[in-house]
């Protein structure tokens, strides 16, 4: 007589070679829910940090967009964040041999599998700080990537010598206003995870215009924000020996920042004076900050054919690009937010339009003087790629009280500028005759000159 209790068919013999066909069925049946699972389980396919004194980047690529929460401990200082839908790798285990010594921000890292479907990493810090944790979409050769850009929680700002004379801005102040969430807008930080010095106001002042392009400020020297291109996830473009852009680009402003400093009166300033990544607005905020009266940001250039060879100067466009190259230039240097990685997400994009709408005719005519003053002295040692400053809507270059530029010393896709371009010697002539370009625009500039 059959069991009622029992799961099997009426029909299957409850013979012993019955029962052990039954369990093995039994067996695969269950099986089979797990198996895709572990087929489909994401990996980490690539672990890298980038330490630097503003912000330590820690970047986890993935072969799949998962999901991350982290928070914040304290006594001792730790960051911990849990990743879902993912299993421990061997990858995953060398971001613990990856924290250097000199970081600023991480002392040691642990991983470990804190439930079937959840990796966890706890991040023993050596200060406190104010994280941002993103993801980002698969872009150029990159996959999916978790961010964790770790920020100081009381930033010590590099600029806060420079300010501490620093006269009114009124155009700072509304775009400070914008980006902190004016009119109920929510709370965008200036630079993603700090609070920047607060700016100088004069309680009860009648509205100011914004300053121009060529106005003075007084008493101290005449301040040049350098902008080396790229840098940490974002190499720029690399060349046919592994040559990288954001190396280049560094070394040659490096040498441009001594050469401008041991100049009377005059004072250079690095967005960026390590490898690490800087988002295009924070290049601009930067050079605003420090209230500079001359932005330049330095690059290599790179094309399909290898042919391509020669330096340019680039200045900015409102009204669209002065040619098809210079256009697809733009396109390609504004990606840079997107290689590199910010969570755009969080910046408020009327800041940006602001930025664009208040770019100023005399902003554009006096890049075009300081461009065409170094594109000439730049001629005199390298091949020009274009023998006139060329104009596209760099958004790097949208500050709209600065003069700003935009050179592409030489191009890195091309072998013979490639060897140029490592050489120290090169490096060091490209950098002396944009010295002598900017001399010769301050030098056009008497009412500056003056006033410093």
Known sequence: ?????????????????????????????????????????????????????????????????????????????????????????????????????????????????????????????????????????????????????????????????????????????????????????????????QQLPPIAKTPKAPPQPPPTASEPRRNRPLLVALDPGHGGEDPGAVGRSGTKEKDIVLSIARRLKKLIDAQPGMQAYLTRDNDYFVPLHVRVQKARRVKADLFISIHADAWIKPSARGSSVFALSQNGATSAAARLMAQRENQADLIGGVD?????????????????????????????????????????????????????????????????????????EERLLKSPKYQESIARAMLTGINGYFADSPTLARNA
């Open 1 to 193: 007589m059959a069991d009622d209790t029992c799961p099997c068919p009426p029909a299957i013999s409850a013979t012993g070679a019955s029962r052990r066909r039954l369990i093995a069925t039994a067996g695969t049946l269950l099986v089979i829910p797990v198996i895709p699972t572990l087929a489909h389980a994401a990996s980490i396919v690539a672990v890298r940090t980038w330490p630097a004194d503003e912000y330590t980047r820690v970047t986890l690529e993935m072969d799949s967009e998962l999901k991350a929460d982290h928070f914040i401990l304290d006594n001792p200082d730790r960051l911990v964040v849990d990743i879902e839908g993912l299993r421990m790798n061997g990858t995953i285990n060398d971001l613990v041999s990856k924290i250097r010594p000199n970081d600023p921000y991480i002392g040691s890292v642990r991983v470990g599998q804190n439930r079937p479907d959840v990796v966890r990493l706890v991040l023993d810090l050596k200060q406190p700080i104010a994280p941002q944790v993103f993801t980002l979409k698969p872009i150029g050769e990159y996959k999916y990537r978790l961010v964790l850009d770790l920020y100081p929680q009381v930033a010590q700002d590099p600029l806060m010598a420079i300010l501490n004379n620093a006269d009114s801005d009124p155009l700072a102040e509304v775009l400070e206003d914008l980006a902190r969430g004016a009119e109920g807008q929510a709370p965008v930080p200036s630079v993603p995870g």
């Open 344 to 416: 755009l997400g969080s910046h408020n994009k009327q800041v940006a339009q602001v930025l664009l709408d208040l770019s100023t005719a005399a902003q554009i005519n006096d890049s075009m003087r300081v461009g065409g003053r170094i594109l000439g002295e730049i001629g005199k040692i390298n091949r020009l790629h274009k023998k006139h400053v060329e104009r596209a809507g760099f958004a790097v270059l949208k500050a709209p009280d600065i003069p700003s530029i935009l050179v592409e010393t030489a191009f890195i896709s091309n072998p013979q």
